[in-house]
């Protein structure tokens, strides 16, 4: 595959990509994190302004707004009649794709461009931390950061797929970005573009190195969480102290439903049937419905969820949310052989019906019905 090595680290080689993208007239804007003021947060821009993407950050060191979210409010209507560039880590792109096939998001018209992913910081640490050493750490030794999103430390989407391009970063040389192409359009752009040529191999050997790393961490997190919030009684500790905001499935970027049915008036009960609830049960927690909703949500979207992280980051009770959910995640997807993001072909598990499939787990249930 053909790899050129554009200058600058991974913000860097995306700025001046963008910037020559828009002068060749490949794209007519582009998509792209902006700072706030003393580096407060990062949030998503839609600009043609070279001044504006030579003070982007592309690949910035949150991921306040998951992306998939906000293209599929953008495109939720029809295609972008321009082409606009997009840049995606990994699991946003993963999302993004999942949307699509969700009908909540339009690819055509755009350009996505994927980012070697190192992981992103947690926003609890972001808030609390030296901003500047956080900043500076995650630039320049991001090996050496402590402050990674759980989910990141045992993500395994670092190089993603279904990107037109991909900025990579991982095994080339420090001060260069590697720009490859993963369809017609990209490789058409490629061919144009600027840059020396660089070894693929390189990058190859350090993502199998940092996907075992990361596979071997992720057993860990998950089988610990696993052990201590099995089964009911598990759940219950698990979720213990949830507020009940619905926090986690607002920035949820598979959560799509208008109206979510644990928000609607069917769960507004009269007096009278809290009362009789509260005799029947000798007590009754409030608000109510709180482990309801944990399992109607991981029931919902845990075939499509990509343990992007963004629940936990948003929950203000400080719980392993987004662990939680990339375990059932992990174990309903294999059970479909399903992986979010991988094609737009595949179809959704939910959306058909097999009648020769899940009999282990029909078994006990037809020796009840047909004894
Ligand atoms: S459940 Fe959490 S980890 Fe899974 S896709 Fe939604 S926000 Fe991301
Ligand atoms: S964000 Fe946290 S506290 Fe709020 S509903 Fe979700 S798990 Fe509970």
Same mark, same amino acid.
């Given at each position: 595959?053909?790899?050129?090595?554009?200058?600058?680290?991974?913000?860097?080689?995306?700025?001046?990509?963008?910037?020559?993208? &828009?002068?060749?007239?490949?794209?007519?804007?582009?998509?792209?994190?902006?700072?706030?003021?003393?580096?407060?947060?990062?949030?998503?821009?839609?600009?043609?302004?070279?001044?504006?993407?030579?003070?982007?950050?592309?690949?910035?060191?949150?991921?306040?707004?998951?992306?998939?979210?906000?293209?599929?409010?953008?495109?939720?209507?029809?295609?972008?009649?321009?082409?606009?560039?997009?840049?995606?880590?990994p699991c946003?792109m993963a999302a993004l794709r999942e949307l699509v096939k969700?009908?909540?998001?339009?690819?055509?018209?755009?350009?996505?461009?994927g980012?070697?992913?190192?992981?992103?910081?947690?926003?609890?640490?972001?808030?609390?931390?030296?901003?500047?050493?956080?900043?500076?750490?995650?630039?320049?030794?991001?090996?050496?950061?402590?402050?990674?999103?759980?989910?990141?430390?045992?993500?395994l989407h670092?190089a993603g797929e279904g990107f037109?391009?991909?900025?990579?970063?991982?095994?080339?040389? @420090?001060?260069?970005?590697?720009?490859?192409?993963f369809?017609?359009?990209?490789?058409?752009?490629?061919?144009? @573009?600027?840059?020396?040529?660089?070894?693929?191999?390189?990058?190859?050997?350090?993502?199998?190195? +940092?996907?075992?790393? =990361?596979?071997?961490?992720?057993?860990?997190? &998950?089988?610990?969480?696993?052990?201590?919030?099995?089964?009911?009684?598990?759940? +219950?500790?698990? #979720?213990?102290?949830?507020?009940?905001?619905?926090? $986690?499935?607002?920035?949820?970027?598979i959560?799509?439903?208008?109206? $979510? #049915? #644990?928000?609607?008036?069917?769960?507004?009960?009269?007096?009278?049937?809290? +009362?009789?609830?509260?005799?029947?049960?000798?007590?009754? =927690?409030?608000?109510?419905?709180?482990?309801?909703?944990?399992?109607?949500?991981?029931?919902?979207?845990?075939l499509s969820c990509v343990s992007?992280?963004?629940?936990?980051?948003?929950?203000?009770?400080?719980?392993?949310?987004?662990?939680?959910? @990339?375990?059932?995640a992990q174990?309903?997807q294999e059970?479909f052989n399903y992986r979010p993001g991988r094609s737009l072909t595949d179809p959704l598990p939910?959306?058909?019906?097999?009648?020769?499939?899940?009999?282990?787990?029909?078994?006990?249930?037809?020796?009840?019905?047909?004894?």
């Amino acid at each position: 595959m053909k790899t050129l090595l554009w200058n600058g680290d991974l913000n860097q080689a995306a700025r001046d990509l963008l910037s020559w993208l &828009l002068k060749e007239g490949f794209i007519k804007g582009a998509l792209v994190h902006m700072a706030l003021p003393r580096y407060r947060s990062f949030v998503p821009a839609l600009t043609r302004d070279l001044e504006a993407i030579a003070q982007s950050w592309p690949a910035p060191p949150l991921m306040a707004h998951q992306m998939a979210l906000v293209v599929s409010r953008m495109t939720i209507r029809g295609p972008v009649g321009q082409s606009i560039a997009v840049v995606l880590r990994p699991c946003e792109m993963a999302a993004l794709r999942e949307l699509v096939k969700l009908r909540q998001a339009h690819l055509d018209g755009l350009l996505t461009i994927g980012l070697d992913c190192p992981g992103v910081i947690s926003l609890k640490v972001w808030q609390k931390g030296d901003r500047k050493t956080l900043l500076e750490t995650f630039l320049r030794r991001p090996e050496e950061l402590i402050g990674y999103r759980p989910s990141c430390k045992m993500c395994l989407h670092q190089a993603g797929e279904g990107f037109d391009l991909v900025l990579g970063s991982l095994g080339f040389p @420090s001060g260069k970005t590697a720009l490859l192409a993963f369809s017609p359009r990209g490789e058409e752009i490629l061919s144009r @573009s600027p840059g020396e040529a660089g070894d693929l191999l390189s990058r190859t050997e350090a993502l199998d190195g +940092l996907r075992a790393e =990361r596979q071997a961490q992720r057993e860990k997190q &998950l089988g610990d969480l696993y052990q201590r919030f099995s089964g009911a009684d598990g759940l +219950l500790d698990f #979720f213990s102290s949830c507020i009940n905001c619905h926090s $986690c499935m607002r920035v949820c970027p598979i959560c799509y439903c208008r109206q $979510c #049915f #644990f928000d609607s008036p069917a769960f507004e009960g009269s007096a009278d049937n809290y +009362l009789r609830r509260a005799r029947r049960k000798n007590g009754l =927690r409030l608000p109510s419905d709180m482990l309801l909703f944990h399992l109607g949500r991981m029931n919902h979207m845990s075939l499509s969820c990509v343990s992007c992280g963004q629940c936990e980051d948003a929950c203000p009770a400080g719980l392993p949310i987004a662990q939680l959910f @990339s375990l059932a995640a992990q174990k309903s997807q294999e059970l479909f052989n399903y992986r979010p993001g991988r094609s737009l072909t595949d179809p959704l598990p939910f959306s058909v019906y097999q009648e020769e499939e899940l009999k282990e787990v029909e078994a006990p249930y037809r020796d009840i019905w047909h004894p």
